[in-house]
């Protein structure tokens, strides 16, 4: 383990690079490296940690701000907090096109090896390397609370306490249930986005229309293509992206603005390939995929003309120039039979503190099943608000977190 301190105003930064197996049941096997960054308050060097578990998969984790604000000051109050570069991204050993030379099958197998459960299992090794036997708490936000669940399955003794704010996920469910829920959602929300801005119902379809018969290439090269487009829906499940969405349409199409602004578009895929090509095996309790948003879509999506979230199909994987090195891979995981990520007898007789914030127009973790879940986790304390998007906890960390702290506390 290497560590580099860093003091910043109203922070210490304690920066990590942790070595653990690529494998966890092969240990002495190929090694890879996870990044952590300590944020501590200058005087709170010595409160207990607080591992910050970030939405995804494939994302790094949040970088603080100097001094810090938001969810992160309300925290520090009363923890250190650990944020974790996800195996695979940021500082930690980067996927990005998997294995060069490698086959498709080889960079499936590698590939198999970044979901929530070797997460945890990195978690643990990092929290025996910093504190021995003494737990922890967690904050995981989306799928960090995914991970939050598969934590509280395999690994509750390295857990004091649980946050989970928009992460409550089903356990032992089909992910053919989940993605017919969230198209059900996603229509919702793009009618209650037409009827605040009815005018761009109109724009919509015509920008869609053209897409069909036109290639209208992006700054970065990449062709804007219809369903690259419809994956604008992922702004209206944040609370600020319905005026982003309604900014973008209200400029002339294809113009330069209209085409620099609509780059945005789901780019992360690109960045962080993990995220696309990892997605659905987020929902893949001991269970296959094959490809289920696509399956389960409803056709009215392309007849309305809505748009769609967070629903990853193969054409994808040749949209986007940046996923392209994961196409094959991407189609053999698909049929992957992926092991179980949550233990439902453990969880009913869970004894970890556990406090969740349920977000009630929650465009990616439905709340009908969020609740089912928390009733399946023994003591969990359940916060539902209408005042929030899925993002609440980055639109108003301190009341969020605060909130779930005084549940617990």
């Given at each position: 383990?290497t560590?580099?301190?860093h003091?910043?105003?109203g922070?210490?930064?304690?920066?990590?690079?942790?070595?653990?197996?690529?494998d966890h049941?092969?240990?002495?096997?190929?090694?890879?490296t996870?990044?952590t960054?300590?944020?501590?308050?200058?005087?709170?060097?010595?409160?207990?940690y607080?591992?910050f578990?970030?939405?995804?998969?494939?994302?790094?984790?949040?970088r603080p701000?100097?001094?810090?604000t938001?969810?992160m000051?309300?925290?520090?109050?009363?923890?250190?907090?650990?944020?974790l570069?996800q195996?695979?991204?940021?500082?930690s050993?980067?996927?990005g096109a998997?294995?060069p030379g490698?086959?498709?099958?080889?960079?499936?197998?590698?590939?198999?090896?970044?979901?929530?459960?070797?997460?945890?299992?990195?978690?643990?090794?990092?929290?025996?390397?910093?504190?021995?036997?003494?737990?922890?708490s967690?904050?995981?936000?989306?799928?960090g609370?995914?991970?939050?669940i598969t934590?509280?399955?395999i690994?509750p003794?390295?857990l004091?306490?649980?946050?989970?704010?928009?992460?409550?996920?089903?356990?032992?469910?089909?992910?053919?249930?989940?993605?017919?829920?969230?198209?059900?959602?996603?229509?919702a929300?793009?009618?209650?986005y037409?009827?605040?801005?009815?005018?761009d119902?109109?724009?919509?379809?015509?920008?869609?229309?053209?897409l069909?018969?036109?290639d209208?290439?992006l700054?970065g090269?990449?062709?804007?293509?219809?369903?690259r487009?419809?994956?604008?829906?992922?702004?209206l499940?944040?609370?600020?992206?319905?005026e982003k969405?309604?900014?973008?349409?209200?400029?002339?199409?294809?113009?330069?603005?209209?085409?620099?602004?609509?780059?945005?578009?789901?780019?992360?895929f690109?960045r962080?390939?993990?995220?696309?090509?990892?997605?659905?095996?987020?929902?893949?309790?001991?269970v296959?995929?094959?490809w289920?948003?696509?399956?389960?879509?409803?056709?009215?999506?392309s007849?309305e003309?809505?748009?769609?979230?967070?629903?990853?199909?193969?054409e994808?994987?040749?949209?986007?120039?940046?996923l392209?090195?994961?196409?094959?891979?991407?189609?053999i995981l698909?049929?992957h039979?992926?092991p179980r990520?949550y233990d439902?007898?453990?969880?009913?007789h869970?004894?970890?503190?556990?406090?969740?914030?349920?977000y009630?127009?929650d465009?990616?973790?439905?709340?009908?099943l969020?609740?089912?879940?928390?009733?399946?986790?023994r003591?969990?304390k359940?916060?539902?608000?209408?005042?929030?998007?899925?993002?609440?906890?980055r639109?108003?960390?301190?009341?969020?977190?605060g909130?779930?702290?005084?549940l617990?506390?």
């Amino acid at each position: 383990m290497t560590t580099v301190t860093h003091h910043v105003p109203g922070a210490t930064l304690v920066e990590r690079e942790h070595v653990v197996p690529l494998d966890h049941n092969k240990p002495d096997g190929p090694q890879i490296t996870v990044f952590t960054r300590e944020v501590a308050a200058p005087d709170g060097a010595d409160r207990p940690y607080l591992l910050f578990l970030q939405g995804g998969p494939g994302q790094e984790a949040t970088r603080p701000t100097a001094p810090p604000t938001l969810w992160m000051k309300r925290a520090l109050r009363d923890y250190r907090l650990l944020l974790l570069d996800q195996r695979g991204v940021g500082r930690s050993t980067p996927v990005g096109a998997t294995i060069p030379g490698a086959d498709a099958a080889a960079q499936a197998e590698y590939l198999t090896h970044f979901r929530a459960d070797s997460i945890v299992r990195d978690a643990e090794l990092i929290r025996a390397e910093l504190i021995g036997n003494e737990p922890w708490s967690v904050l995981g936000q989306s799928f960090g609370g995914f991970s939050s669940i598969t934590y509280l399955s395999i690994a509750p003794q390295g857990l004091r306490e649980a946050y989970i704010t928009g992460g409550l996920t089903p356990i032992g469910g089909s992910a053919d249930d989940v993605y017919a829920i969230t198209w059900q959602r996603v229509i919702a929300k793009s009618n209650a986005y037409f009827e605040r801005y009815p005018e761009d119902r109109s724009r919509a379809m015509e920008i869609f229309r053209r897409l069909e018969d036109e290639d209208v290439r992006l700054p970065g090269g990449d062709r804007l293509t219809v369903e690259r487009f419809r994956l604008g829906g992922l702004w209206l499940g944040m609370s600020d992206g319905w005026e982003k969405m309604h900014s973008l349409l209200e400029l002339p199409f294809p113009s330069t603005a209209f085409l620099w602004d609509a780059e945005p578009l789901a780019s992360n895929f690109a960045r962080n390939p993990l995220y696309a090509t990892l997605h659905e095996s987020s929902y893949a309790d001991g269970v296959a995929t094959r490809w289920s948003a696509a399956r389960t879509r409803p056709p009215e999506i392309s007849a309305e003309g809505y748009f769609a979230g967070e629903h990853m199909y193969r054409e994808m994987f040749q949209d986007y120039s940046g996923l392209r090195e994961h196409a094959a891979a991407a189609e053999i995981l698909a049929q992957h039979q992926w092991p179980r990520l949550y233990d439902a007898e453990v969880l009913r007789h869970n004894e970890v503190p556990v406090a969740a914030a349920v977000y009630t127009h929650d465009l990616y973790v439905d709340r009908d099943l969020s609740l089912e879940t928390a009733a399946a986790i023994r003591g969990t304390k359940v916060w539902e608000t209408d005042e929030f998007e899925h993002n609440g906890l980055r639109a108003d960390g301190e009341r969020v977190f605060g909130t779930l702290f005084d549940l617990l506390h």
